[in-house]
């Protein structure tokens, strides 16, 4: 009803034994009617950062919502979170199998019944992600830009950098667009960690679209820039060897500027990784010893016409 918050549960399937497998959900509402925004978490099961953010904003009895209802689900993946791996059982990414199908395989029965009962009764959403295993991110927002009602919500969020993408097809946020569900995706920090630096940005980010839609009383905390990214790269190792780390997450750094140096266990330097055009770093690999080939560094290119690197690296 208006005014309370409940602990629901979701039948989303059943277990090898036969027992239902559910996913707890808080919702909360406001007193007076308005939008419904959902904040879903661990969609991959090893990315548990973001289950200590959507923990602290269902503890926090000081969030007093003052219209709209919010949906709040720290573990999407429940099967994948109970065994600390990013994929379901039967080893599919439940993250490529939205909007789902009621009588398709395990990730596409699961991902049917989230979507229908989560991004349906939805207005807007925002999509909580870590990087990939052995890798880091700094905190970012990626949302189809060109969509008016997104671009608004990336903004409000509040992230220093935003990645103008749609997302790759059969996607959480991908498919809760199309289907008339305003969503960004938020990435940062690493699996199988709650970092507290990581944890603070995201809730103010939160609190910031709340603030936003005008759910929750407040002022918006500003970032010291914003910048839009049209187009990232990998920069990969191009031998094996040992890196000595240069440049990390939330670094701008300029064209052939050194990002890392290569070398074998002896120390004998094999390369030097550059920076192939102005960038931000968005992320990078967190174990030192490399092979050909492997990604190192997400760098976000800076296009002409963003304010100068000097500028930008003067406010972080």
């Not at 905190?139 to 060109?146: I, L, Y």
Request: with cysteine; hydrophobic share 40%; proline share 6%.
């Amino acid at each position: 009803g208006p005014g309370e918050s409940a602990h629901v549960y979701i039948d989303v399937g059943e277990s090898y034994s036969g027992m239902n497998v559910k996913i707890p959900i808080h919702v909360r509402r406001g007193e007076e009617d308005g939008p419904v925004l959902f904040v879903t978490a661990a969609l991959h099961g090893d990315e548990i950062n973001w289950t200590g953010v959507v923990r602290q904003l269902i503890q926090d009895e000081d969030l007093r919502l003052r219209r709209g209802s919010l949906i709040l689900v720290p573990v999407v993946n429940v099967l994948a979170f109970e065994r600390h791996s990013r994929y379901l059982p039967d080893r599919r990414d439940l993250n490529r199998c939205f909007p789902g199908i009621r009588e398709g395989s395990l990730a596409s029965r699961m991902a049917f019944v989230l979507f229908d009962e989560i991004v349906r009764r939805s207005d807007f959403g925002i999509d909580i992600h870590t990087a990939a295993v052995r890798r880091t991110n700094f905190p970012n927002v990626r949302a189809g830009m060109k969509d008016s009602r997104v671009k608004a919500l990336a903004r409000a969020f509040g992230s220093e950098f935003i990645i103008d993408a749609v997302g790759p097809k059969k996607a959480f946020r991908r498919a809760a667009v199309r289907e008339g569900c305003p969503t960004i995706l938020v990435e940062g920090g690493e699996v199988w960690k709650v970092e507290p630096t990581i944890l603070e940005s995201t809730l103010r980010g939160v609190r910031n679209v709340l603030v936003a839609l005008e759910m929750l009383e407040g002022e918006r905390a500003r970032p010291p820039f914003q910048v839009t990214l049209k187009k990232t790269k990998w920069i990969r190792a191009d031998r094996a060897g040992f890196l000595n780390f240069h440049a990390v997450p939330g670094d701008v750094v300029g064209q052939g500027a050194p990002l890392a140096t290569n070398t074998d266990l002896l120390g004998t330097e094999s390369e030097v990784m550059i920076a192939p055009f102005d960038a931000a770093v968005l992320g990078m690999i967190t174990l030192p010893a490399v092979g050909p080939g492997e990604p190192v560094y997400h760098l976000g290119r800076l296009e002409k016409g963003t304010a100068k690197i000097e500028r930008i690296r003067g406010r972080l």
